[in-house]
Nanobody, 123 residues
């Protein structure tokens, strides 16, 4: 069974940086795509970024392109989301997700989810 555990969320001021981590276990992830999603209060869960485990190809939502970077460490089975130039509108619970197959931007495409980590950006 795939397990995903996020960490790194906290309170930060606008313009600051955070790095989220997602520790993945329970599978060999070579054929998987790992994604980050976020959900703000009263809003639907939205795609942030995704990375192919095998070749490290990446895909970003337009709202975070140029500010966020997704990466993965094959040795530790960890996926990272480096977030720079944070804005108040980035405030949300951030979720790590996994799917077997290629990059996809919809939450329904992902079978496995972590519990989420709260990111709060103050103005």
């Amino acid at each position: 069974q795939v397990q995903l555990v996020e960490s790194g969320g906290r309170y930060v001021q606008a313009g600051g940086s955070l790095r989220l981590s997602c520790a993945a276990s329970g599978r060999t992830f070579s054929s998987y795509t790992m994604g980050w999603f976020r959900q703000a209060p009263g809003k639907e869960r939205e795609f942030v970024a995704a990375i192919s485990w095998s070749d490290s190809s990446t895909y970003y939502a337009d709202s975070v392109k140029g500010r966020f970077t997704i990466s993965r460490d094959k040795v530790t089975n960890t996926v990272y989301l480096q977030m720079n130039s944070l804005k108040p509108e980035d405030t949300a619970v951030y979720y790590c997700a996994a799917r077997r197959g290629g990059i996809a931007p919809m939450p329904l495409d992902y079978a496995y989810w972590g519990q989420g980590t709260q990111v709060t950006v103050s103005s």
